[in-house]
């Protein structure tokens, strides 16, 4: 069975400063590996996703995650941070071979002033 | 083409009542799912389904709880005799299968409150 494990329940970082939000995952075959961000009182939105290629991806409004298979992992990264960025932030893994998406419990953003 | 449409967005139940709440997928997407919210809990997840099939209900709780997604109509996610701890944020997701990568799309969730 896979599962998620999202180490920090909260991350508190100063504006403009760098962030990282771990991610590990479990798993006995390939993956599909994913964050989504959630706004308060909104749905869950794609951030971005590796399915297959280049380790390295990216969305358009700054982040990045880098696909470790060695040490299981998909941090998700940002090198300054803005107030906008505040919102909770899910890691989520998919076997290929199914349909179902495993969520981890969520790191949420704390943008300080 | 419009997103994911949950409905309603929030439901007040007195315990007792049922809750019913609806999802219509995206346009071309064949494939739902249901999750629940609970508060430093994560998202869990509850069933997935495709057009008149339940395909993994593992997440479901055994009893009051019930989903369908009829071959016309949205996906309706049911919840007999509501207690109070149903409530929570539901979300429901779709996606076209796996030549998407199996990426899912949320919508915008029903909140449940039980009184």
């Known amino acids: 069975a896979q599962s998620v494990t999202q180490l920090d329940s909260q991350v508190p970082v100063f504006e403009e400063a760098p962030v990282e939000l771990r991610c590990n995952y479990s798993s006995s075959v390939s993956v599909y590996l994913f964050w989504y961000v959630q706004y308060p009182n909104q749905g869950l939105q794609l951030l971005l996703k590796y399915l297959s290629g280049s380790t390295l991806v990216e969305s358009i409004n700054g982040f990045e995650a880098e696909f470790n298979k060695s040490q299981t992992s998909f941090h998700l990264r940002k090198p300054s941070v803005h107030i906008s960025d505040t919102a909770e932030y899910f890691c989520a893994v998919s076997d290929p071979r199914q349909d179902k998406i495993i969520f981890g419990k969520g790191t949420r953003l704390h943008i300080l002033p | 083409n419009a997103g994911v449409m949950q409905n309603p967005r929030h439901l007040v139940r007195r315990r007792g009542q049922e809750a019913r709440l609806r999802c219509s997928p995206m346009?071309?997407?064949?494939?739902v799912y249901w999750y629940r919210q609970l508060p430093e809990e994560g998202l869990k997840f509850m069933v997935y389904l495709q057009k008149e099939n339940i395909i993994d209900e593992s997440g479901m709780p055994k009893e009051r709880f019930s989903a369908e997604f009829p071959k016309e109509g949205p996906s309706i996610l049911r919840i007999q005799q509501v207690v109070r701890g149903d409530s929570a944020a539901y979300f429901c997701a779709s996606s076209p299968g796996r030549s998407s990568g199996n990426t899912i799309y949320f919508g915008e969730g029903s909140w449940l409150t039980v009184v």
């Open positions: 346009k071309g997407h064949s494939h």
